[in-house]
């Protein structure tokens, strides 16, 4: 499976140049535009116009950063089963950093950055994936000798739009669990004045991301966002709204073991630990790999990966707990730190932004003992309440 080549500065500058330099048929762009209308529930015809509106709308310069992450959230883009598709967004975007992708390396990877930022200030959209350490002075993250908050505060400021791919850095992921080691963030906690767009997930569903993306360049307009900052179209409903094995969890009809005769007769997951019915994300209907399928499909509970603090919130395979998940929309508000002002500028419905989790995990972090220059000495570091 090939990947996008890394781009050479200085490209075309609309997206009509640069899909007719790279042979893509017009005809072929208003498919995946229709596509992606269709993923998102658009009405048929706005693919055309979304095509029409792309053709000659400008490139938007993407900036891409990696921090504490699996790049996972990365293989999920470039691996995908569809990569005509989704790979379609690389011809679309043009994606003037990214430290996976660019062949450059050092110095001249650094100057890369430091271009594409300078060349597109104010108007440049940056993509994040990973969470971001602030323990030992940031020392678990660096690139070219800066912590990876010094980075991303720097490349924030310019930012038009920051989108956080993954659950790492949308809501700590992973590196957030307890006990938090590394005293990772996510990026809401770090940048507290830019508008910021979460895409959940561990990882995220391609489509969901480039979507997104698409939206944001066809409209210039940020999507309507849930309390977590996630584009409602995609995560307004919960996986269990939505599940094809719903009507079994209406007529009681549970798999006890994954062998059973429910299991083989394809019954609801609930009691084997599906996290579905308090999951917020498009696995149901979008699916996986080209709509092939999701993990329920495939015969395991949903874990809740799309969620704030799902780590944490006990075994994947014990029934769901109310008191560890909340109900069904009720799930903890991550705490979005100075971001209101922003987001109102902007015209984005967001949540207000007191977080018990966050709080909870302030007060864990304020118990503990911190490593020497680890979360409050660290200038970007939220201050704890
Ligand atoms: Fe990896 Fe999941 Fe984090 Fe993405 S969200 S970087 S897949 S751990
Ligand atoms: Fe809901 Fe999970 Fe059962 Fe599907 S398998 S109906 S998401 S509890
Ligand atoms: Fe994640 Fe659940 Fe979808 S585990 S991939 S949100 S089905």
């Not at 535009?33 to 979304?50: E, I, Q, V, Y």
């Not at 987001?343 to 118990?367: F, N």
Request: aromatic content about 10%; overall charge negative; glycine content about 12%.
């Amino acid at each position: 499976m090939s990947r996008p080549a890394p781009r050479p500065m200085h490209e075309p500058s609309s997206v009509g140049q640069m899909l007719r330099q790279h042979g893509i048929s017009r005809r072929a762009f208003v498919k995946y535009c229709t596509a992606t209308a269709s993923l998102m529930a658009l009405p048929p015809g706005l693919g055309a116009a979304m095509a029409q509106a792309l053709h000659g709308a400008r490139r938007p310069s993407v900036i891409y950063l990696s921090f504490q992450e699996c790049t996972g959230c990365f293989e999920s883009f470039t691996c995908s089963f569809a990569p005509t598709i989704e790979n379609l967004i690389f011809d679309v975007i043009s994606l003037d950093y990214d430290d996976t992708l660019m062949a450059a390396a050092g110095s001249a990877a650094e100057t890369a950055m430091q271009t594409a930022m300078r060349e597109n200030f104010g108007k440049y959209i940056l993509v994040v994936d990973g969470s971001v350490p602030t323990g030992a002075g940031g020392g678990y993250c660096t690139a070219g000798g800066r912590a990876a908050a010094d980075i991303l505060t720097e490349a924030a400021k310019g930012a038009e739009l920051i989108i956080c791919v993954g659950t790492c850095s949308s809501f700590g992921g992973i590196p957030y669990a307890d006990p938090n080691p590394t005293h990772a963030w996510p990026v809401s906690a770090i940048v507290g004045d830019r508008p910021i767009v979460n895409v959940s997930g561990c990882p995220p569903i391609a489509e969901v991301f480039t979507g997104t993306l698409m939206q944001y360049v066809t409209t210039g307009r940020i999507p309507d966002l849930d309390e977590h900052l996630r584009p409602k179209v995609f995560y307004g409903n919960t996986i269990h709204d939505r599940c094809y094995r719903r009507p079994f969890y209406d007529e009681g009809k549970f798999a006890k073991t994954f062998d059973d005769e429910g299991a083989r007769s394809g019954w609801c997951l609930y009691e084997l630990g599906c996290k579905g019915p308090t999951t917020y994300n498009a696995c149901a209907t979008v699916k996986w790999n080209g709509g092939v399928s999701f993990p329920i499909e495939s015969g395991h509970g949903c874990l809740g990966c799309s969620e704030p603090g799902f780590w944490d919130k006990g075994s994947f395979y014990g029934t769901l707990s109310a008191a560890a998940w909340g109900k069904a929309g009720e799930a903890e508000p991550l705490h979005v730190l100075g971001y209101g002002a922003a987001a109102a500028a902007a015209g984005v419905a967001v949540g207000a932004g007191s977080s018990v989790l966050a709080r909870q995990r302030l007060a864990h972090d304020a118990a503990a003992a911190p490593p020497a220059g680890g979360p409050g000495t660290h200038p970007t570091t939220p201050e704890k309440d």
